[in-house]
Structure formats: structure tokens, C-alpha cells
């Protein structure tokens, strides 16, 4: 089965820094792959997602690349803030029939100030 | 839209109570999944529907744990009879068309049994 790994349980930073959070899997490379943010008390939010054929995707702050070599995906938000602490989360999926998404364990982000 | 709605939102009962948790997927989504998460385990896919009919139900913990999806806006949960290992917070998502969609979350069940 597919094993993902967050780079850490919990990271924490000073506000305007760029805070790069690590997902790596293991076995079969994913057809996409997945960021969430989740806040306390409350399901994940989508965030980004990223192909297998793309190196790297941008949504204003956040910046996502994917190394289907390293089997990693990097995960970057510029200028922090402390809005931005979160547990973040990185999901794979094969874009197939089987369908399952897979969740990695989350890394808690602390942004102060 | 409203979102995903569940409840209860929070739920505590004595082992060995039913429990029944409830979920309406956002209109038009096609695809309906229920996650449990806890510390320990992190979030995990119990069950997956499909146009109302569940396609893997391999996360499903045991023969206590059953779905059902009788119509495109509402889905269950049931555990019977419920055990304290089964306290956790139950999400519900759901999804578009194409499988690897986006999916959307509800608030999640908080269940607490004691």
C-alpha cells in the first residue's frame, strides 16, 4: 500500500519567512497529488493540486512542485503569517478507478509573529 | 451552496449504543466519502460511493461499522454496538465527476464513547 511521510509533526516559523513543508510516498508514483489545510475543529480545505507531468504550481502565496524522481512534493508558502498556521496536508490519489486518496499524518504549522 | 453538512456535530454515547452519523454531499457531486480521523492513525478512507453505490468499503474497520447511501443527497454511518476505540472525528466528503477531484469536507462528527 501507498505510504506517505510528512516531513515533520510540527514546524514552526517567524511571520514573513517561507515556510516549505515535505511529503514524500513511497511504492507507485500518483497520477496527482494534493495539498490540504486543516484548521482546528474543522474538516480539511483544498489548496492545490499538482499533476504528475507538472514540476510545479503556483496559487498566490503558495507554491507546490512535485519530483516524481525523489517521489517528493514540496509545498511553500511565501511571506508567512500567522493567518497561515494550520495543519497541512498532503494527499495522493492514482486517478484511477480504485480511487482511494491516501492522507499523510499532516505537518502543524506555527506562524508567529 | 451550503457545503457538505453533517451531524450530529458532536456525539457521546456508552459503549454498546448505535450510533448514527449523517451527511448530505453538496448537489451534483457524484462521489460520497466518510474518513475517520484520530491521533494515532491520522485520516483514514473508510468507505466510497459512486452514484449512490459503494465502490470500496476495504477501510471499514469491522462488521460493526456499515454505510448506506440511499439517494444522491444523504448518506449514514452507523456502529453497532459502538466500543470506545471508536472514538474519533468522522468526516464526510464528496466529489465531482472526474476521481481525483477536488473533494470537499464537511465539519466532521466529534463521537466520544465511553
Known amino acids: 500500500s501507498q505510504k506517505i511521510e510528512q516531513n515533520s509533526e510540527a514546524l514552526n516559523i517567524q511571520e514573513g519567512k517561507t515556510a516549505t513543508l515535505t511529503c514524500n510516498y513511497t511504492?507507485?508514483?500518483?497520477?496527482?497529488l494534493q495539498w490540504y489545510r486543516q484548521d482546528p475543529g474543522r474538516g480539511p480545505v483544498f489548496l492545490l493540486l499538482i499533476r504528475e507531468n507538472e514540476k510545479e504550481k503556483r496559487k498566490e502565496r503558495l507554491k507546490v512542485t512535485f519530483d516524481t524522481t525523489l517521489k517528493q512534493s514540496l509545498f511553500h508558502i511565501t511571506a508567512s503569517q500567522p493567518a497561515d498556521s494550520a495543519t497541512y496536508l498532503c494527499a495522493l490519489d492514482r486517478g484511477s478507478t480504485l480511487g482511494r486518496l491516501y492522507f499523510g499524518r499532516g505537518t502543524q504549522l506555527t506562524v508567529w509573529p | 451552496d451550503a457545503g457538505v453538512i453533517q451531524s450530529p456535530r458532536h456525539e457521546v454515547t456508552e459503549m454498546g449504543q448505535e450510533v448514527t452519523l449523517r451527511c448530505k454531499p453538496i448537489?451534483?457531486?457524484?462521489?460520497l466519502f466518510w474518513y475517520r480521523q484520530t491521533m494515532m492513525r491520522g485520516l483514514e478512507l473508510l468507505i466510497y460511493f459512486n452514484n449512490n453505490v459503494p465502490i470500496d468499503d476495504s477501510g471499514m474497520p469491522e462488521d460493526r461499522f456499515s454505510a448506506k447511501m440511499p439517494n444522491a443527497s444523504f448518506s449514514t454511518l452507523k456502529i453497532q454496538p459502538s466500543e470506545p476505540r471508536d472514538s474519533a472525528v468522522y468526516f464526510c466528503?464528496?466529489?465531482?465527476?472526474?476521481?481525483?477531484?477536488?473533494?470537499?469536507f464537511g465539519p466532521g462528527t466529534r463521537l466520544t464513547v465511553l
Open positions: 448537489s451534483g457531486h457524484d462521489y
Open positions: 466528503a464528496s466529489s465531482g465527476l472526474a476521481l481525483g477531484d477536488t473533494q470537499y
Open positions: 511504492n507507485y508514483s500518483p497520477a496527482y
